[in-house]
């Protein structure tokens, strides 16, 4: 825009003195050869007169009749060498002397009186065609056109140059963003010729610049392609959008297919439709991934169910038999006790050495048997219980809402008023943030750390547990430090793992509890550590990132849907 | 109470164990009524509704279904909703047998119409506690004529 402006003003101020120059050439040389020509005139008229009144006053009846002295007087040269005449007139206009050719109606006159000792004895008058001052000044006219024109040229020029070069600029930062774009651009014509194709266009295509330029675009796509480009170019050209995108499929040189996305717009010349400008992004790889992330989803999902269905076989299938285990050991007991009172009753029959060995097995070995194989089988539930909690709380549904976490820990603390008493224990609450969260998680995340903390203080000592956060653009970390037993450096991660109990075993616990958290914890996409030294108490911290809890959390189904 | 007598239970239970400890446990709390064993959800439904190989079947007394929830070709809840989507054996009151207490799999059984759901304990004594319910509840529900 700026450029037409400028190159536009210096071409008037260039057209305006080309013409001025053309006019005042003339015009000027007119002016000052007439001047020239007509004081020179005077002065030779004067002269010439100055001679004939010499020849006047020396004979001044007869002068008339010294033609030849008075021609030679007019023959000499004039300042001029156009052609004009020159002669002598008596005071009565009769022509006493004429020299050279009357020039005609178009000449410079001058004439001059002749005196006779002061009295007018006639004049003198010489004239000069016009005609070559004429010609000269037409000359000088072609001369100031010449030079007008040579100005028009000459004035703008430095502009035009700077203009073409800034424009040269503009063409090569056009040409270098295309060349250089990892995107194809294809510029066609109305007609969908190609007039532009850039470096990816022909790499993406196979084709040499010759072979596209000026050709139809649509032997580069694919049928549903071509279709859904040709409806492209008729909705900018008929319906005046300014950019359409649509998938397509590139034919390629060598018949191999690309997946395009691409991006079509107008471009105008003179503000006028004059084509249109495809940029095409080869997405064959990125779809390639989007079908690999898509497969990698669905092997995901399918060994997540896998895991699900694999935590109700466990809790399902290996209950089944425990409770056989468990009824039937309850059979044997009851057998056992009512053979034991048959054997009472028939006891005294039996020699001394097969009552006492009989006695044995019903009163101590088989009840032994009984005994272990039913704090087996109550273990045995017991875990299985707690992997298929573990597995619910996993795949528990999660409900985000606003969860003020110092009132969550009041009530926690107010369940285990009990416990804290008897540990004769001091509790000191932080600064405690509100999450958006969900509630459950957080209760039993926390429940679990102030349910530990407690029971692992240290009972020599009165207890001291302290709970309080941090918070910053990540998120918000929550502390729960006692002054309790520790854990050993070696055990600090073990505790988190399932049926993993650390220190003396003294304390009732199933080793869920920090597996819990963990995977609680781990729900809600957040972390969680211990610092812990053996005698002086830990700190375990979790953090709950800002922002990480989506506002629809994905659904899972409970595990019976296996 | 009388009544009851002429009552038929059916037990759908695959696992044999359980069967046996269920049926001794009835015994043990004075249940004497008839106890039909039958290991399978498809033949629990033939029976139940007289298709299949107990199409023949003489029209039964009134009849109380104690069914589990894990049975092969048809588990406890296919069953569950052929008996209670069919006009002739809606009525019957169904008693679920979990392996699990699993909340989820106890509300589908309840929103299927069964009567009440029993998880089958390890701990002995509560087994015996769950069947002596389930003796009591015996005496006190209401069994349907079977026509």
């Known amino acids: 825009m700026e450029l037409l402006d400028i190159s536009r003003i210096t071409t008037r101020v260039a057209a305006v003195l080309s013409v001025a120059l053309a006019l005042s050439f003339p015009a000027c040389y007119f002016m000052v050869s007439y001047q020239f020509n007509s004081v020179s005139l005077a002065a030779e008229a004067e002269s010439c007169a100055r001679q004939v009144s010499g020849i006047i006053s020396a004979n001044p009846y007869l002068w008339r009749f010294e033609q030849v002295r008075l021609e030679e007087i007019l023959v000499r040269r004039s300042v001029s060498e156009d052609p004009g005449s020159r002669r002598i007139l008596d005071h009565k206009g009769v022509t006493v002397a004429e020299k050279g050719s009357d020039p005609g109606w178009l000449a410079l006159t001058r004439s001059q009186g002749l005196l006779d000792a002061g009295i007018p004895a006639g004049r003198i008058e010489i004239r000069q065609s016009l005609g070559p001052l004429l010609d000269r000044t037409m000359l000088a006219a072609l001369l100031g056109l ?80 071509r279709e859904r480009m040709a409806a492209a170019l008729a909705e900018i050209s008929g319906q005046g959008a300014r950019t359409v995108s649509f ?115 019903f009163e101590q070995e088989v009840p032994e048997a009984l005994d272990f194989i039913n704090s087996s089988v109550l273990r045995m539930d017991r875990l299985v219980g707690s992997v298929l909690k573990l597995s619910r709380l996993g795949h528990r549904e999660l409900k985000v809402e606003r969860v003020p976490v110092a009132e969550m820990v009041a009530a926690i603390l ?147 849907d296996r | 109470l009388n009544d009851l007598k002429q009552l038929l239970i059916v037990l759908a239970e695959d696992d044999a164990g359980h069967a046996r400890l269920i049926e001794k446990n009835l015994r043990r709390g004075g249940i004497s009524n008839e106890i039909r064993h039958l290991a399978n959800g498809r033949e629990a439904v033939d029976f139940l509704l007289g298709e299949g190989e107990h199409a023949a079947r003489p029209a039964a007394g009134p009849l109380l279904l104690l069914l589990d929830l894990n049975l092969p070709e048809l588990d406890g ?51 015996g506690a769950a069947i002596r319910t389930l003796g009591m509840f015996l005496s006190i529900v209401q069994i349907p004529e079977w026509d």
């Open chain 1, 247 to 361: 998938e397509a499929e590139m034919v390629r040189r060598d018949a191999g297919q690309l997946a395009l996305s691409c991006g079509i717009g107008p471009f105008h010349e003179d503000g006028v439709l004059a084509g249109f400008v495809l940029c095409a992004e080869d997405t064959t790889v990125r779809k390639r991934w989007e079908q690999q992330l898509q497969s990698a989803a669905a092997q995901l999902e399918q060994s997540n169910t896998e895991v699900k269905s694999f935590a109700y076989i466990i809790s399902h299938d290996l209950r089944a038999p425990l409770v056989n285990i468990r009824g039937f050991s309850a059979e044997l007991n009851g057998a056992v006790a009512e053979l034991t009172g048959l054997f009472r009753g028939v006891a005294e029959q039996l020699e001394q050495r097969d009552r006492e060995r009989i006695a044995q097995l």
């Open chain 1, 414 to 560: 107010k369940t285990m008023s009990y416990q804290i008493e008897l540990r004769n224990a001091q509790v000191h609450i932080g600064e405690l943030p509100v999450l958006e969260s969900d509630r459950i998680a957080l209760e039993l995340i926390l429940g679990n750390l102030l349910d530990n903390a407690v029971k692992y203080l240290h009972p020599g000592r009165p207890g001291r547990l302290d709970i309080f956060s941090a918070t910053d653009a990540g998120g918000t970390v929550i502390h729960v430090r006692d002054n309790g037993r520790g854990i050993a450096p070696e055990d600090q991660e073990k505790v988190f793992e399932l049926f993993r109990r650390a220190g003396r075993q003294d304390v009732q616990g199933e080793g869920m509890g920090l597996a819990y958290v963990k995977a609680m914890v781990r729900k809600l996409h957040g972390q969680i550590g211990c610092v812990s030294e053996p005698d002086c108490g830990s700190t375990f911290s979790f953090s709950i990132p800002a922002g990480s809890m989506p506002t629809s959390a994905h659904h899972d189904k409970g595990e019976h």
């Open chain 1, 146 to 225: 010449v030079v007008g024109y040579l100005a028009f040229r000459v004035v703008p020029y430095r502009e035009i140059v700077r203009a073409q070069k800034r424009l040269q600029d503009g063409h090569s930062f056009l040409n270098t963003v295309m060349e250089s774009s990892t995107n194809a651009i294809v510029v066609l014509d109305l007609a969908g010729g190609i007039r532009m194709a850039n470096r990816r266009s022909r790499e993406l295509s196979g084709y040499q610049w010759q072979e596209l330029s000026g050709r139809h675009y649509g032997f580069l796509l694919a049928g549903a392609g």
């Open chain 2, 77 to 127: 809840c296919q069953v569950l909703r052929r008996i209670k989507g069919d006009q002739r054996t809606r009525m019957i009151p169904v008693v679920m047998l979990t392996t699990t207490d699993n909340p989820e799999e106890i509300t589908r059984c309840y929103q299927l119409g069964c009567n009440i759901c029993v998880t089958k304990p390890v701990e002995h004594d509560d087994f």
